[in-house]
């Protein structure tokens, strides 16, 4: 890691100054992920969580992109480095599911995970490890429900192979990387 990276995954602020409009759906997949629509960075919110993630790319040729990654006020922006200096392309949380993919949807690639909603384009990130993968799915989870207090409820739905298990949401300190359940999702 050098000292770049270090600098920006210190805590900062950051906002959405817009979200675009979307219509109800035609059956049409809509996108809010390219850089013209992209929602602008208000540097007044604060920075949920940062850090380097793989998009999948959405040209259907299965490729894997690293991206830097800021949620901030319900909205995931991405970069194409930790500077943060233009965003990418940026996905409004509220009302999009977060899943851990099946081991079918994301071949070859461990800490996956997804951003789904009806009627827009699905999101696939992987993560370096468990651990990241835990608390990115956490954070997505808490922007897309709007829990603004930052806190998560005593329990928590968690999607595991078109499952709803209700359990307590698990911990960083509180999750072993052999836990069957995990090695599962």
Known sequence: MDDQDRVS????????????????SDGKVQTFGKRCQAAK?????PVIIRGWLNKKDSSGLKLWKRRWFVLSNYCLFYYKDSREESVLGSI????????????????????????VHQGMRSYFFSADTQEDMLGWVRALS???????????????TIHCRHTVLNTEYPTFSTIALGDPFLLHC
């Open 9 to 24: 995954q210190t805590s900062s602020v950051a906002t959405i100054s817009y979200f675009p409009v979307v219509k109800e």
């Open 41 to 45: 960075r208000d540097p007044n919110c």
């Open 92 to 115: 409004p949380l509220p009302s999009y599911k977060i899943l851990f993919c099946t081991p079918r949807e994301c071949k070859n690639r461990k800490f996956t995970f997804k951003v």
């Open 142 to 156: 808490q922007s897309a429900s709007m829990e603004a207090d930052g806190s998560l409820s005593r329990y928590s």
